[in-house]
Nanobody, 121 residues
Framework: QVQLVESGGGLVQPGESLRLSCAAS????????MAWFRQAPGKEREFVAS????????YYADSVKGRFTISRDTAKNTAYLQMNSLKPEDTAVYYC??????????????WGQGTQVTVSS
């Protein structure tokens, strides 16, 4: 089993930045891929970004490309999502995922509890 705990969410104004963290524990492997998804009210959970074990394999949703950056610290078993130039449409609960690969929910095994990000003036 793998436990994932997200942190770093909050309320920010449009154009501001936030950095989310996802700490993994349990039967973890520093070589496993990790990802971020998000779910806005009334919408399905959608892919945001993923990072391979080597950190050289990165994927982003078109909606966040150029604004968000995913990274990881394998020594700390932690993944990060740096979010810049935030927009109101980025408002959602952000979830960390591990134990998989791909851009759909069913491709990932482990999920965190989520952290709320609200972008509003």
């Amino acid at each position: 089993q793998v436990q994932l705990v997200e942190s770093g969410g909050g309320l920010v104004q449009p154009g501001e930045s936030l950095r989310l963290s996802c700490a993994a524990s349990g039967r973890t492997s520093s070589r496993g891929a990790m990802a971020w998804f998000r779910q806005a009210p009334g919408k399905e959970r959608e892919f945001v970004a993923s990072i391979g074990w080597s950190s050289s394999i990165l994927y982003y949703a078109d909606s966040v490309k150029g604004r968000f950056t995913i990274s990881r610290d394998t020594a700390k078993n932690t993944a990060y999502l740096q979010m810049n130039s935030l927009k109101p449409e980025d408002t959602a609960v952000y979830y960390c995922a591990a134990g998989g690969w791909g851009t759909t929910n069913d491709k990932w095994t482990y999920w965190g509890q989520g952290t709320q990000v609200t972008v509003s003036s």
